[in-house]
């Protein structure tokens, strides 16, 4: 049955970029269903959104849940994307093309300039989270916001890896690559993302100009980064579709801060 096998895919999608218990899960599945990786962001975003909530209902201050978001952050997604982040940003402190860059890229230990970036991932994070809590905005809008900012990351992915060129071997980001370019694929991914994002802006009445920002933010930093892995390896693989979460997560906190 259709549904079953989307199901099935979403059960594994889940299971490979989050930390939700869904039992039996298969790579495949996650590949050949990956269209649906806005559905993702929206769980992770009402899952987060919710630990803040119930947070901030007990009266706790705001600069310990901007702190604590982190962790909410971590715990939810498993760091997977993090992973991705410190990678490829030592890539990009290194200066390197080729087959330097790519051994750069799979050097396990953590360079200076993946140490910088993912402390200021982390500041900009919880400093950008104290502001939304903080701003005349309600909590409940702040937290919508943030519910778009990980279905616009989430797409982010998505959309990284329909531009990109799949790596030459047969990594685990590979497969993505190669599902997302399929154009039946590609097509329900919009639907899929279209859906979430106007039923988040009918039915919540949030404003306008967050949801279509984050929409540019996610476009335009899943481009400039497959033109730069472009550049720099020839390629692109789950390490830098991961690297594009977390960048367009965080360019969409700060500008969520403006709102």
């Not at 980001?173 to 979430?196: H, P």
């Amino acid at each position: 049955m259709k549904w079953k096998s989307v199901f099935k895919g979403l059960k594994s999608l889940l299971a490979l970029l989050t930390t939700i218990p869904t039992g039996n899960s298969s790579i495949e599945y996650a590949a050949q269903y990956f269209y649906l990786i806005p559905v993702i962001g929206l769980v992770e975003g009402a899952i987060v959104s919710f630990l803040i909530w119930s947070l901030y209902v007990l009266g706790i201050h705001n600069a310990i849940i901007s702190i604590l978001y982190i962790f909410f952050h971590l715990m939810v997604t498993g760091g997977i994307h993090f992973d991705g982040y410190a990678d490829y940003s030592d890539v990009i402190g290194s200066h390197r093309t080729g087959e330097y860059a790519i051994k750069i890229l799979k050097d396990p230990r953590r360079g200076t300039f993946s140490i910088i970036s993912i402390t200021l991932n982390l500041l900009i994070s919880s400093a950008s989270m104290y502001i939304m809590l903080g701003s005349g905005s309600s909590v409940y809008a702040s937290l919508l916001r943030l519910v778009v900012i990980y279905v616009a990351s989430a797409e982010a992915m998505y959309i990284t890896a329909f531009f990109g060129i799949e790596e030459p071997y047969n990594g685990l980001g590979r497969r993505f690559v190669i599902s997302a370019k399929i154009s039946a694929n590609f097509i329900k991914n919009i639907i899929t993302f279209l859906a979430i994002y106007l039923s988040i802006l009918v039915f919540t009445h949030i404003e306008v100009f967050m949801p279509i920002s984050a929409i540019l933010i996610t476009l335009l930093i899943a481009v400039i980064t497959v033109s730069d892995a472009k550049k720099r390896l020839g390629f692109i693989n789950g390490d830098i579709i991961g690297f594009s979460y977390e960048t367009t997560r965080v360019v969409c906190m700060v500008i969520a801060t403006c709102v």
